[in-house]
């Protein structure tokens, strides 16, 4: 079991950053793929990216690459999202997820509550 607490969400005027933190607890932070996620009102969940179990091997949505930074720190446990040049279409909650597998589609087994991420035009 991996728990995963997301924090770093609020209110950006459009061209801000924000970064987005998620802490994780429980079986060994090191052994999953990390990733987040977002989900705007009245649409489905969509991937933002994700991060290999050592940090060396990243992806990113199409809308994200250029603006946003995976990043994850083995030894606190800690994964973040550093978002940069911020559209009101990010508007969304954002979403932690911890995946067990090594490769292929990241389904994610372990979900963080989200934080809310509002752009404001």
């Known amino acids: 079991q991996v728990q995963l607490v997301e924090s770093g969400g609020g209110l950006v005027q459009a061209g801000g950053s924000l970064r987005l933190s998620c802490a994780a607890s429980?079986?060994?932070?090191?052994?999953?793929?990390m990733g987040w996620f977002r989900q705007a009102p009245g649409k489905e969940r969509d991937f933002v990216a994700s991060?290999?179990?050592?940090?060396?091997?990243?992806f990113y949505t199409d809308s994200a690459k250029g603006r946003f930074t995976i990043s994850r720190d083995n030894a606190k446990n800690m994964v973040w999202l550093q978002m940069t040049s911020l559209k009101p279409e990010d508007t969304a909650v954002y979403y932690c997820?911890?995946?067990?597998?090594?490769?292929?589609?990241?389904?994610?087994?372990?979900w963080g509550q989200g934080t809310q991420v509002s752009v404001s035009s």
């Open positions: 991060i290999s179990y050592g940090g060396g091997i990243t």
């Open positions: 429980g079986r060994i932070f090191s052994n999953y793929r």
């Open positions: 997820a911890a995946d067990r597998r090594i490769s292929g589609p990241f389904i994610g087994d372990y």
